[in-house]
């Protein structure tokens, strides 16, 4: 059984006020995520990717119950869509969320050895100078840095703060979005040597929200691409880059920057940019800017289309 089992989730923002929606006679809300689905094991990554605004951290913040979703989110076996708040106090110590800005999510006003214990004092643990000290030399900072404040901090050293207080309660599942976001190279290797490391000694499931494709490849089992708040391929993270089945999938690869300035390759351009949730395209939503679209795309829905390790919905894949 899958730590983590996800089906069918669905994610709506509202667009308009019931009279006013009433009066246009038009939906009140859209889906911002439609019909997501993917299972998480202990022990593994899987990373999501997708251009911005393509519903990856609307995924993220239902898991963790930030955002009313409907469809089915079972952690452990259990259903947690519906949990009440107590029952989301326990499920916060199993599991935690790496933010996206690692300065902006800590508090200015708390020092460093405060912020990294927090999660221990929210849960009714007691805390000690020993806690803060125990994980900031989990994620090789030093212990001196106990009594500095966020603004005194690196952007390598915020981030690591930032794991070592996700990783404070020893959490089953860590959702970790844009974990190398604004760092250089050096950095975002430190970062993931760091992730994979704790992920070995601990065993802790890591769902990994992400631009980068590069840190995609090298850190996850397996992979998902989404597209308008869906997804369009998933499947082993080898598989996909190897042989990807989706053009979009295509198009995403292709745009990843090469670190060897001597390489040459076709990049696959999408003409356009992604269509607004509020009015979906109808049959494929991808067709007006697929290079390989045929006719018959603007008006059939593709149907989901499993393939050994993989799955993809596209009429006519590559």
Same mark, same amino acid.
């Given at each position: 059984?899958?730590?983590?089992?996800?089906?069918?989730?669905?994610?709506?923002?509202?667009?308009?006020?019931?009279?006013?929606?009433?009066?246009?006679?038009?939906?009140?809300?859209?889906?911002?995520?439609?019909?997501?689905?993917?299972?998480?094991? !202990?022990? &593994?990554? =899987?990373?999501? #990717? /997708?251009? %911005?605004?393509?519903?990856? +951290?609307?995924?993220?913040?239902? *898991?963790? @119950?930030?955002?009313?979703?409907?469809?089915?989110?079972?952690?452990?076996?259990?259903?947690?869509?519906?949990?009440?708040?107590?029952?989301?106090?326990?499920?916060?110590?199993?599991?935690?969320?790496?933010?996206?800005?690692?300065?902006?999510?800590?508090?200015?006003?708390?020092?460093?050895?405060?912020?990294?214990?927090?999660?221990?004092?929210?849960?009714?643990?007691?805390?000690?100078?020993?806690? !803060?000290? &125990?994980? =900031?030399?989990? #994620? /090789?900072? %030093?212990?001196?840095?106990? +009594?500095?404040?966020?603004?005194? *901090?690196? @952007?390598?050293?915020?981030?690591?703060?930032?794991?070592?207080?996700?990783?404070?309660?020893?959490?089953?599942?860590?959702?970790?979005?844009?974990?190398?976001?604004?760092?250089?190279?050096?950095?975002?290797?430190?970062?993931?040597?760091?992730?994979?490391?704790?992920?070995?000694?601990?065993?802790?499931?890591?769902?990994?929200?992400?631009?980068?494709?590069?840190?995609?490849?090298?850190?996850?089992?397996?992979?998902?691409?989404?597209?308008?708040?869906?997804?369009?391929?998933?499947?082993?993270?080898?598989?996909?880059?190897?042989?990807?089945?989706?053009?979009?999938?295509?198009?995403?690869?292709?745009?990843?920057?090469?670190?060897?300035?001597?390489?040459?390759?076709?990049?696959?351009?999408?003409?356009?940019?992604?269509?607004?949730?509020?009015?979906?395209?109808?049959?494929?939503?991808?067709?007006?800017?697929?290079p390989h679209a045929r006719p018959d795309c603007a008006d059939i829905v593709p149907g989901w289309t499993g393939e050994g390790e993989r799955g993809y919905a596209c009429r006519y894949p590559l």
């Amino acid at each position: 059984m899958s730590l983590l089992e996800v089906d069918h989730l669905e994610v709506r923002y509202r667009r308009l006020g019931r009279v006013k929606a009433a009066l246009r006679r038009e939906e009140a809300t859209f889906p911002a995520v439609a019909d997501v689905s993917f299972a998480l094991e !202990a022990g &593994r990554t =899987l990373g999501l #990717v /997708g251009e %911005s605004g393509s519903g990856k +951290s609307t995924v993220a913040k239902s *898991l963790i @119950g930030l955002q009313p979703a409907s469809g089915s989110i079972r952690y452990g076996g259990r259903e947690i869509g519906s949990a009440s708040q107590s029952e989301w106090q326990r499920l916060r110590r199993e599991i935690s969320m790496m933010w996206q800005d690692p300065v902006g999510s800590l508090s200015p006003r708390l020092s460093i050895a405060s912020l990294v214990t927090e999660p221990l004092k929210i849960q009714g643990h007691k805390r000690s100078s020993d806690d !803060a000290d &125990r994980l =900031l030399s989990m #994620v /090789g900072l %030093s212990t001196d840095l106990g +009594s500095r404040y966020p603004h005194q *901090l690196s @952007g390598g050293q915020a981030r690591r703060v930032g794991v070592a207080r996700a990783l404070a309660l020893d959490p089953k599942l860590l959702i970790a979005d844009e974990p190398t976001a604004g760092l250089d190279m050096s950095v975002q290797g430190e970062i993931l040597n760091l992730l994979n490391e704790i992920q070995s000694r601990t065993g802790v499931a890591i769902l990994v929200i992400t631009h980068n494709l590069n840190l995609v490849r090298h850190v996850t089992d397996e992979v998902a691409v989404m597209y308008l708040g869906r997804f369009v391929e998933q499947g082993l993270t080898d598989a996909i880059f190897r042989h990807p089945r989706h053009p979009y999938t295509e198009a995403l690869l292709s745009a990843n920057p090469s670190p060897n300035p001597d390489e040459r390759h076709g990049r696959t351009e999408l003409s356009g940019e992604m269509p607004s949730p509020f009015w979906r395209p109808a049959g494929c939503e991808f067709h007006g800017r697929c290079p390989h679209a045929r006719p018959d795309c603007a008006d059939i829905v593709p149907g989901w289309t499993g393939e050994g390790e993989r799955g993809y919905a596209c009429r006519y894949p590559l």
